[in-house]
């Protein structure tokens, strides 16, 4: 290895551990957080429809929750 690339490996594994000892505990934000559907929205048809399917409280995001 050339000296350039040692120093750019460690320069690279320096900032990958700074930034992993820096990592913050995300928090979910509260409910009343997102904003309302809009009733003049394209998607207000299918909003009313999964809402009636499902209930108001079914947010459809189950890999982000």
């Known amino acids: 290895m050339t000296q350039i690339a040692r120093i750019g ?5 320096i900032f990958l551990l700074a930034a992993c000892a820096n990592k913050q505990v995300w ?3 509260p409910a009343d957080y ?3 559907p809009r009733p ?7 909003e009313e429809a999964i809402t009636q399917t ?12």
Do not use: C, I, R, V
């Open 40 to 46: 003049d929205s394209l998607l207000a048809p299918a």
């Open 54 to 65: 499902y209930g108001a409280d079914k947010s459809g995001f189950n890999l982000l929750e």
């Open 27 to 29: 928090q979910k934000p």
């Open 34 to 36: 997102a904003q309302a």
């Open 9 to 13: 490996t460690l320069m690279l594994t």
